[in-house]
């Protein structure tokens, strides 16, 4: 941007989609790798680890979220774009609700005399689940219109990009 000057709002939205995205890289980074680090508490995947991992995938899915944002400047958002939203909380949610699951003594348990709640391979796959629907509402919404008259994705109606 050589001419440009950017606003404080814009580079106010710049600076927390940056801080929010090293946040979030952080708190998923530390969660991941606390055996290797030494931090881990207690041994296996802890609360709190999981609970810090749920709060590192919230952030990095806003960060992403808000620089997409940025780097369209759209007045109003196209359907495929909502759904993309939508799509995105709706993994958020159903990740805190597996990743959390433990809190509530539905998680994996091996065997039931076993003391503490420990993240078993249900938790996982749905914590996986979770994140591929987070992606896939993240690629609806950067594939949709913007700011363009048609959706990139509009192939899929059609059955290809010539017809209108």
Known sequence: MSGEKISKTDRLSRNV???????????????????????????????VQMFQLLLGI??????IFMHI??????TARSL????????????LVFAYVTGLSDLIR???????????????????GGLALAVLVIVVGLALYY????????????????GNGNHS
């Open 17 to 47: 989609t940056i801080t929010l995205f090293v946040i979030g890289l952080l708190f998923v980074a530390f969660s991941l790798g606390a055996e290797f680090l030494g931090l881990d508490i207690t041994p296996g995947f802890g609360m």
């Open 106 to 124: 539905i998680g994996t348990h091996v065997q039931p005399q076993f003391e503490r709640p420990f993240v078993g391979p249900l938790q996982l």
């Open 143 to 158: 594939t949709s219109r913007g700011t363009r008259q048609k959706s990139s994705m509009e192939f899929i109606v059609n």
């Open 80 to 91: 495929q774009a909502d759904i993309g939203v939508r799509l995105a909380a709706t993994g």
């Open 69 to 74: 944002n940025a780097l369209r400047q759209e």
């Open 58 to 63: 919230t952030a990095l899915t806003v960060a």
